[in-house]
């Protein structure tokens, strides 16, 4: 059994585990890390590890662990000087813009951030909330309108993390330039990633609360990745017309020269569930 003391003097990380784990200390304690265990650390912090050269007892003793959170291997970690672990302030800034809508974030420490495109401006946090409450956030701002009844009953979207998660989408105040005039079916047979639903209501939430403004003024509509229950295509946009915020339907072909819809990148799932 290895107690501990044995990996660090002062380590806290013997609290997070349930019992301690058996292992070969004479040859593996004084070792680097391996590149699969290294690799079965995935996330934001995973580099940070590799820079600090972990032993290879430390990394087995953290690997077998099965209650361990990110978060807790994180800060048992960092209370020895081996990694340090920041928030990016953008994230930080849109954290705020969700509690100033009433909506906690509690999982700062857990969120990784996406690697972001050149040129990509756009980041939002993706709390797990439902589209219908988060319409009816939006109604405490500003006019929405819908005839699509049940906005949770989703009959295909692009997949996603279903916690609370960080996306970048691309485009400013209207739709990416380069995939306007194009549908669905395009975007989906191009292999594309591009906001679902909930993404395209939380994008929304956001720029007004921070901007006042809206996305996608000029422009009729932004496709979004998420299928109805009939099969048709979500398209959501602020008019101009009658200062509302619509959510409506369209065909899976549909296009036009000024929509289209907006790209994204998230941390890594496949595309479709």
């Known amino acids: 059994m290895v107690s501990t003391e044995k990996l660090a003097p002062g380590s806290?990380?013997?609290?997070?585990?349930?019992?301690?784990?058996?292992?070969?200390?004479?040859?593996t304690d004084s070792a680097s890390?391996?590149?699969?265990?290294?690799?079965?650390?995935?996330?934001e912090f995973a580099l940070a590890l590799a820079k600090a050269k972990p032993s290879a007892a430390l990394m087995q003793h953290l690997l077998r662990s099965r209650v361990a959170t990110?978060?807790?291997?994180?800060?048992a970690l960092s209370t020895q000087g081996r990694i340090s672990h920041t928030i990016d302030p953008r994230l930080v800034q849109c954290q705020k813009l969700?509690?100033?809508?009433?909506?906690?974030?509690?999982?700062?420490?857990?969120?990784?951030?996406?690697?972001?495109?050149?040129?990509?401006?756009?980041?939002?946090?993706?709390?797990?909330?439902?589209n219908e409450a988060l319409l009816a956030l939006c109604k405490k701002h500003f006019p929405i309108w819908s005839k699509r009844d049940g906005l949770d009953n989703i009959l295909r979207e692009q997949n996603r993390p279903r916690c609370t998660y960080v996306v970048v989408h691309r485009g400013g105040m209207e739709?990416?330039?380069?995939?306007?005039?194009?549908?669905?079916?395009?975007?989906?047979?191009?292999?594309?990633?591009?906001?679902?639903?909930k993404e395209r209501i939380c994008i929304e939430l956001l720029h007004f609360i921070k901007t006042g403004k809206?996305?996608?003024?000029?422009?009729?509509?932004?496709?979004?990745?998420?299928?109805?229950?009939?099969?048709?295509?979500?398209?959501?946009?602020w008019s101009s017309h009658i200062q509302t915020f619509i959510v409506d339907g369209c065909r899976t072909v549909t296009s036009y020269s000024t929509n289209g819809l907006r790209q994204a990148v998230f941390?890594?799932?496949k595309p479709y569930r």
């Not at 890390?33 to 996330?43: D, K």
């Not at 990110?70 to 800060?75: E, G, S, T, V």
Request: glycine share 8%; proline share 5%; charged share 20%.
């Open 70 to 75: 990110r978060k807790m291997i994180i800060a």
């Open 267 to 269: 941390f890594g799932l």
């Open 33 to 43: 890390a391996t590149p699969e265990q290294l690799a079965m650390l995935t996330g």
């Open 12 to 27: 806290i990380v013997g609290i997070f585990f349930e019992k301690e784990q058996s292992m070969q200390t004479d040859k």
């Open 175 to 197: 739709p990416d330039k380069e995939h306007r005039n194009k549908s669905h079916d395009d975007a989906v047979n191009e292999g594309l990633y591009f906001l679902t639903l």
């Open 214 to 237: 809206h996305f996608d003024v000029k422009g009729t509509m932004t496709v979004t990745s998420s299928l109805t229950m009939g099969g048709d295509a979500f398209n959501v946009y």
């Open 98 to 130: 969700w509690e100033k809508l009433g909506v906690v974030l509690d999982c700062m420490d857990n969120l990784v951030m996406p690697e972001i495109p050149s040129g990509w401006r756009g980041i939002a946090i993706i709390p797990p909330l439902t």
